[in-house]
């Protein structure tokens, strides 16, 4: 037999879609298929571009890193990546003086007082680490 498409003798065979008989060879066959079907529908579907990076940490961060991956460092990494982006998850000194800001006016505080305080507030920042604050409102009484 000969492909009908391209005229070569390897690996021809014949089959119908719907009502036509079809010659084709073996890499005409591909091209069909290729052209029908998408080949990356086939298997997991793609999270986006794979690049290699090489990266340099202390010791104690690669044990962190390994810790955390449970045997999967790319999808530790792609969760700490969406972490890092999303709004809602970011440390920011600013949205904390929002917050205190806007308890001090539902408070009813006077415009001199919020000042007082967020000047307070602000100075912490340099002093004490995030991890300290926390620590320390969780085991404050309110």
Same mark, same amino acid.
């Given at each position: 037999?000969? $492909?009908?498409?391209?005229?070569?003798? %390897? #690996?021809? /065979? #014949?089959?119908?879609?719907?009502?036509?008989?079809?010659?084709? $060879?073996? #890499? $005409?066959? *591909?091209?069909?298929?290729?052209?029908?079907?998408?080949?990356?529908?086939?298997?997991?579907?793609? =999270?986006?571009?794979?690049?290699? *990076?090489?990266? !340099? =940490?202390? @010791?104690?961060?690669? @044990?962190?890193?390994? @810790?955390? +991956?449970?045997?999967?460092?790319?999808?530790?990494?792609?969760? &700490? /990546?969406?972490?890092?982006?999303?709004?809602?998850?970011?440390?920011? %000194?600013?949205?904390?003086?929002?917050?205190?800001?806007?308890?001090?006016? +539902? &408070?009813?505080?006077?415009?001199?007082?919020?000042? *007082? =305080? !967020?000047? +307070? /507030?602000? %100075?912490?920042?340099? /002093?004490?680490? *995030? !991890? @300290? +604050?926390?620590?320390?409102?969780?085991?404050?009484?309110?």
């Amino acid at each position: 037999m000969v $492909c009908m498409s391209c005229e070569s003798t %390897n #690996d021809v /065979i #014949d089959f119908y879609i719907e009502d036509e008989k079809i010659i084709l $060879c073996v #890499d $005409c066959r *591909v091209k069909l298929w290729t052209s029908k079907t998408s080949v990356k529908s086939a298997g997991r579907p793609s =999270l986006g571009k794979t690049k290699k *990076v090489s990266l !340099t =940490l202390p @010791e104690e961060d690669w @044990e962190w890193i390994e @810790e955390q +991956a449970k045997g999967n460092r790319s999808k530790l990494l792609r969760r &700490l /990546i969406n972490q890092e982006q999303s709004p809602e998850s970011r440390w920011d %000194n600013n949205a904390c003086l929002g917050y205190a800001l806007l308890g001090a006016k +539902a &408070l009813g505080y006077r415009e001199e007082d919020i000042k *007082v =305080l !967020t000047r +307070a /507030i602000y %100075n912490q920042f340099d /002093i004490i680490s *995030v !991890t @300290e +604050a926390k620590e320390k409102y969780n085991k404050s009484p309110f």
